[in-house]
């Protein structure tokens, strides 16, 4: 399990676990383990051309350190200020060690200032503008100079987050660094998990430094946790204990979404799909999928909405919103979904576009704060919400939030939606709760679909050709 606290969250915890320990430890325990993860980055330390930028906090502090350490063993490290508070006890060690500061203005003999030409020639930038501390956006003189790296293609290691993103929110409403990696402390943050910060932030490599943590507000489900969930059948199973899904699909308009929701649900956890819809869309799905039952009876869970198109019957999908098995609904079937009654068993799972209809608002208001529009569809139709995108966010009524990261972007394909309709509705048939059912199902569905794509293009059927061994790997591994 990932687990990302807020800014609070970590502070508590910092500041609990400083009052027993000398001052600088957990200074000295970041910039230890930051040193090491820049070492490994470059590849090498002895000679090495790092840059540090440096702004005004601790995160400063970490980067300074983290130079010290490197400068000792070797590297050229030049500190570049951007502002006239600094960590002065950390520049002192760089110093010390044989590192330089980078003059950001003034003039050198080839005309450039001295702070650019080390961007210029540099093997890594380090971002030690701001952590936790930070407000979205980038100063001027700091933009400049991650502009410099970036045209330089010098890579960027960010120092905790991208300095310039929204750390609690993952939102980007400005200017920020674009890491190669982000090394953070303690705990993930909410940018680490949540794009579009987390996109910023490149692969995230934790430095354990003793916090001792409350629960998380915000997690992301790994291997070990999937295999904890999956409902794996026993000697005693039959296809009725396994769990029976009912799928409301596809349409004369669209019968092909009922063929590829079904191919999702036939590879989750069930025993048995019913199909219920037009009799010429049920031939087509029995023709791909002959163990599929037609006609309603007995099911554990709905999977509804998936190219219902015209053809949607709200009085029908509203009748089995109000009863007892969990259903989830999907694409056409959301138009059903109204904010009355108890809905603590239905999981819905739009992409940015349905949901902003849902909420009323412009899909590049969801894009751009999927946390927080999640999060208010929960709240307001007291159903689960999986949002479908680069990284998935689920959001339960109660306030839980699961990320799903794992999504290759090959798997924007037509289809791949209803695929994950019928596989997470198999995972609710299955006997998970919604917000269990949505992480297992987007889980899979992006393992499955990076699987069958190994960085070239997929289609929506071969995702679910892929399902199965997905799960092979996680239920196996060790
Ligand atoms: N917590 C922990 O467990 C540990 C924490 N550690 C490290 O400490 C970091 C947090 O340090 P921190 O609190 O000193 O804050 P930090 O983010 O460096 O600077 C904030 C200052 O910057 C300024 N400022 C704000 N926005 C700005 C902007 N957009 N652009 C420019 N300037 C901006 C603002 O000052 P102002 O401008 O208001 O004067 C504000 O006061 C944390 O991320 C981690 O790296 C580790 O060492 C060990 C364990
Ligand atoms: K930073």
Known sequence: MRRAHTVDQVRAAEAALMAKLPEGTLMQRAATGLAVAISNFIGFTYGARVVLLIGSGDNGGDALYAGTHLARRGAEVTAV??????????????????????????????????????????????????????????????????????????????????????????????????????????????????????????????????????????????????????PTPTGESDKYSRGVLGLMAGSTQYPGAAVIATSGALAGPIGMLRYVGPDPVAEAVRAQHPEVVAGEGRVQAWAIGSGLGDELDVDKIRELLDAEEPVLLDADGLKALDDSGDRANVLITPHAGELARLLGVERHEVEAERLKHARQAAERFDVTVLLKGSTTVIAAPDGQIRVNTNAGAWLATAGAGDVLAGLTGAFLAGGLTPIDAAAVGAYLHAAAANLASRGGPITAMQVSAHVAEATRQVLLEE
């Open 81 to 230: 200020l951007l502002s006239d508070k600094y960590h002065r006890e950390g520049l002192a060690a760089l110093l010390k060690a044989g590192g330089r500061v980078a003059d950001g203005g003034g003039a050198s003999a080839d005309g450039q200032p001295a702070a650019a030409r080390a961007i210029a020639v540099a093997d890594v930038v380090v971002d030690g503008i701001v952590g936790i501390g930070g407000r979205p956006g980038l100063k001027p003189e700091a933009l400049a100079a991650v502009k410099l790296a970036e045209e330089h293609q010098v890579p960027i290691i960010a120092v905790d987050i991208p300095s310039g993103v929204d750390v609690d929110t993952g939102e980007t409403p400005a200017e920020h660094v674009k890491a190669a990696l982000t090394v953070t402390f303690g705990t993930h943050k909410i940018c680490h998990l949540i794009d579009p910060a987390a996109a910023a932030c490149g692969p995230v490599h934790l430095v354990e430094i003793g916090l001792d943590l409350p629960p998380a507000p915000v997690e992301s489900l790994q291997d070990p946790d999937i295999r904890a969930l999956y």
